[in-house]
């Protein structure tokens, strides 16, 4: 029997720099206000992109920048006790150092984003997969070295 052999998925997440900020720290992920059913489509070696609209979730200060770049290192997806009453699902990710870059110049480059005019609508999904070229378009101005990992598993 022949092993078959899977290929990893890319995938972006809309997630506030703030919150960004705190996931790189904690070597996590959650997305869509703690969702499970989005970060179940991911598995190990999957890698994610992290785009920032805005600075922090309550204000409305722009950010409009892909903050982080991680690779998925296992197969679980868990719930955190947050409070008593919130408790959301999370992934395990090794975060990569890189720049911050804004999408701004990269808009007319991106495939995942049809029209141009609205290029934010993608991302009021809050989680969606993209093609290989885009991942290497925004990771090619994202890393700073390919072999270096911070907060990894």
């Known amino acids: 029997m022949q092993k078959k052999l899977t290929m990893s998925k890319y995938w972006i997440a809309a997630i506030s720099k703030e919150h960004t900020e705190l996931a790189i720290k904690g070597n996590f992920i959650q997305v869509c206000h703690g969702k499970k059913a989005p970060l179940k489509r991911m598995t190990k070696d999957d890698y994610i992109i992290i785009y920032s609209s805005k600075i922090t979730m309550k204000e409305n200060k722009k950010c409009q920048m892909?903050?982080?770049?991680?690779?998925?290192?296992d197969d679980h997806t868990y719930s955190f006790e947050m409070t008593e009453e919130f408790k959301p699902f999370r992934r395990n990710i090794g975060f990569m150092k890189c720049n911050q870059i804004s999408i701004i110049p990269m808009i007319e480059n991106l495939?995942?984003?049809?029209?141009?005019?609205?290029?934010?609508y993608p991302f009021r999904y809050g989680f969606f997969?993209?093609?290989?070229?885009?991942?290497?378009?925004?990771?090619?101005?994202?890393?700073?070295?390919?072999?270096?990992?911070t907060n990894s598993k």
């Open 111 to 120: 495939e995942f984003i049809s029209d141009k005019k609205y290029w934010g």
């Open 66 to 73: 892909f903050t982080a770049l991680g690779r998925v290192i």
């Open 129 to 149: 997969e993209i093609n290989e070229n885009d991942f290497n378009f925004i990771t090619s101005k994202m890393i700073c070295d390919k072999n270096d990992t």
